[in-house]
Every structure is written in structure tokens, then in C-alpha cells.
């Protein structure tokens, strides 16, 4: 009886889906528009606790089993014809190994919804994997899971879900991520620092957190440096190099992305909740503390002010971190490194570098009006050719971090 219910529910949802005001419906046309972009499972759960649910009940006691079904909504129009066994697989992963063959598998176009029924065991876990290039829309994309707006095939566009009955271990199937990775700045005092990565949602595989996938090397000339492991766990490697590093000299650690926790996830590097198969590796600098032989602390900028009526802009700079004096290179100071940008659009600067080796005097040749901003660029350079630190972090020159810019 509970299955004529949920039958009875789900005509009142075509019917609804059929209405002409209905916001859910596809319409063809508009996907033929914006063919090139591949479609989606937005949603998924089961026919007997919907969406969001991954918990199979049975909706009819007198059969044998446990009879429920999976639901899947997708995000635009699919071809009714992808939609067959060949499609998908479902596999026991705890206590069993066994596979699943859907009793029914059924689309429903005017709701964008695939249902997936069948016979399910007391006490399982099951992992359902829609197979990448298997489904497509009606303009013949294939499903993008990792949402890169490409086709890579398997195992990346893959598409995974996980259901369970009573009290089965349901399957992992959440990437690991990054939760912390240290040195990251520069002004780091100890010689013998700790390299370490923390990960989250775990937990990783142990194995594969070795030197093979752990490096690191001086920025400057991609010179080696040995490291030890000191310790690994489910949730981190730290290591140590064998040898003190030197003052005044920058590092680079890199972590390979082709790693991945104990239920075979690759790591999901970038944070962006996807995996993708050139997923970037972690690769992160660090730098030790000047000593009087060494001049590698970076500028930063200090304080910019607007003044004499709008007619200039005084940029002074001090060393990252420090606070301390610093000596500027005029001549990076340029049109194209320093910029100053109202309402008008951008303003011609003569730069005035004789008052203060610290700062410059940007000198507009026209009156600023409106919001002024100020753009510092990175390759701004003290005397020893210390690229800006623009973040603040004792890092300079990275030209995704390290341009600077305020509203004056």
C-alpha cells in the first residue's frame, strides 16, 4: 500500500511539472542556447525520504527485501535515451561486494528526475556510480561532476552517491582536503623549521604521505633540500630538513595532489570542493629571518595619502613585517607599476623620489574626483630587488598575492 501512496504522489508531481507556470520545467530551446554547457546532478536521495535522504526505507512491507528506489534531479534537460541499466552501477560495500540490478529505471522529463528502483538488503551500505559519458543532455553534453566544463571521463566525471540501510558503514566518498600547511610566511627564525600539511576529511592513506610526494627546494635555484620525515598520521606529515637552512633565503614546498585518504578520494588540493585530473599540487613558500650578511626582507606599503587638494598621492614603505626602514628602487617606479584610477579613469603621474628614500610622491597632473584608488604593483622593488609584499605575509612577488591597492 505504501508504494500506491508514493505512485499517487509522484503523478501529483507530473501533473504539477506539466503546469504551464511551472519554474522547474526545461524548456529546449534555451538549452539549445547554451549547449556547451554540460549538465548537472543537482540533486539526489531516496523515493522514500527524498531528496537529501540516503537512508533506504521499505515502502512495501509485503514484499521480500527492502523496496525503495534512488532519485536523481538534474539541472537541465537529459536524453531520455541515456537513461538506461548501462548508465549506472551500484555495488554492496558493506558487508558484501555484491551488485544490484534496478528492478525499474524511469525519467521524467517534465521534472528533469531519473528513478532507480529496486530491491534492497537489511543492514547494507552501497555505493552508486553513475558512469562518466554515460548520460547526456538533449544537445548530447555529457554530465560534468567535477564542474570544470569538460569531459575527462573516468574516473573524475564519475558521478558517486552513497546509501545505506540500518546499520551499515556508509562509503567515504568526500575528497580530503587541506587544513593547514606550515611555514607560509617569511621572518621564520628557526633553521631547522618543521614542514608539515594537515589534512581534513580523511582519513588520508598513510602510504602515500612519503618524500616521493613531499619536497622542497630553494625558490632561487630549484636546488634540493633534504628532508626527514619526523611524523605521519591519518591527519598529517611533518617533516624536518637533515641540514640548517640559511638566513635570508627563500623556500618552496610542494605536496602532490596525486594522493588520496584510505577510501581511495583523491585530494582535493584547491579547496574548491571538486577533484580534476590536473587537480594543482600544494606548492607554498617560506622564508628564514635576514641576518646582517642578508638583505631579503620585502617592501611593503606603509601608508598612501591623498593630498594637497587632490593634486598628489605620498606613498611611503617600510620593510614586511619588520616595520623597519627601507630603501626604495625609484626606478621602479613607473606608469605602469603605480597607478592611480578616479572616476575619470586613470591619472598621469610625475614621480617625485628626491625627499624620502622610503616613499614617493606621485604628483597628478590633473585634480583626482570621485572614489581614487590607488594600485601598487608587485614588481615595485627596494635596493636589493625585494619584490613588494602586498599581503603582508613576508612573502614578496608573487603576482597573485602581491599587488597592492586601496581607496584613498
Known amino acids: 500500500m505504501k508504494r500506491i501512496i ?11 511539472g506539466c503546469a504551464k507556470d511551472n519554474p522547474f520545467k526545461a524548456d529546449p530551446e534555451v538549452q539549445r542556447e547554451g549547449g556547451n554547457e554540460h549538465p548537472h546532478i543537482d540533486m539526489a536521495g531516496t523515493e522514500s525520504g527524498g531528496f537529501g535522504n540516503f537512508q533506504f526505507s521499505d515502502l512495501d512491507p509485503e514484499k521480500d527485501g527492502i523496496q525503495d528506489a534512488v532519485i536523481l534531479s538534474f539541472d537541465k534537460e537529459i536524453d531520455p535515451s541515456t537513461i538506461t541499466a548501462a548508465s549506472f552501477e551500484m555495488v554492496e560495500t558493506d558487508p558484501g561486494a555484491g551488485s544490484i540490478q534496478f ?27 553513475v558512469n562518466a559519458g554515460s548520460i547526456l543532455d538533449i544537445v548530447g553534453n555529457e554530465l560534468d561532476p567535477n564542474h570544470n566544463a569538460l569531459y575527462d571521463g573516468s574516473p573524475w ?34 633553521l631547522l623549521p618543521q614542514p608539515r600539511v594537515l589534512f581534513n ?38 617533516t624536518e630538513p637533515k641540514d640548517s637552512l640559511s638566513y635570508g633565503t627563500r623556500y618552496t614546498l610542494r605536496l602532490s595532489a596525486q594522493i588520496a585518504d584510505s577510501a581511495g578520494n583523491y585530494l582535493d588540493t584547491n579547496g574548491d570542493g571538486y577533484v580534476w585530473p590536473n587537480e ?34 605620498y606613498i611611503e614603505f617600510e620593510q614586511s613585517l619588520t616595520g623597519d626602514d627601507v630603501v626604495m628602487d625609484d626606478g621602479t617606479f613607473t606608469a605602469a607599476n603605480i597607478q592611480v584610477i578616479d572616476n575619470n579613469g586613470s591619472i ?51 603576482p597573485e598575492e602581491d599587488d597592492w591597492s586601496g581607496i584613498l
Do not use: K
Request: glycine fraction near 8%; proline fraction near 5%.
Open 6 to 16: 508514493v505512485g499517487i504522489s509522484l503523478s501529483l508531481l507530473l501533473l504539477l
Open 103 to 129: 528492478t525499474n529505471i524511469s525519467y521524467y522529463p517534465e521534472i528533469r528526475t531519473a528513478i532507480l528502483a529496486g530491491t534492497f538488503s537489511d543492514d547494507t551500505a552501497y555505493l552508486l556510480t
Open 157 to 190: 566525471d564519475d558521478r558517486l552517491f552513497a546509501f545505506f540501510n540500518g546499520s551499515a558503514e556508509i562509503r567515504d566518498i568526500t575528497p580530503p582536503g587541506i587544513s593547514g600547511n606550515f611555514p607560509n610566511t617569511g621572518n621564520v627564525g628557526n
Open 201 to 238: 576529511n580523511g582519513p588520508m592513506d598513510e602510504d602515500q604521505l612519503t618524500l616521493n610526494n613531499f619536497t622542497m627546494v630553494r625558490t632561487a635555484d630549484s636546488s634540493s633540500v633534504i628532508l626527514e620525515i619526523l611524523s605521519v598520521t591519518s591527519t598529517g606529515i611533518t
Open 280 to 313: 594543482p599540487d600544494l606548492v607554498w613558500d617560506f622564508q628564514i629571518v635576514d641576518d646582517s650578511t642578508t638583505h631579503a626582507a620585502p617592501p611593503s606599503v606603509d601608508q598612501a595619502t591623498l593630498m594637497s587638494g587632490n593634486a598628489q598621492v
Open 348 to 398: 598621469p603621474i610625475v614621480f617625485e623620489t628626491s625627499v624620502d628614500p622610503s616613499a614617493v610622491n606621485c604628483l597628478l597632473q590633473r585634480n583626482a574626483e570621485g572614489t581614487v584608488t590607488l594600485f601598487v604593483s608587485y614588481r615595485v622593488a627596494d635596493e636589493y630587488g625585494n619584490l613588494l609584499d602586498g599581503n603582508h605575509d613576508g612573502l614578496g612577488g608573487n
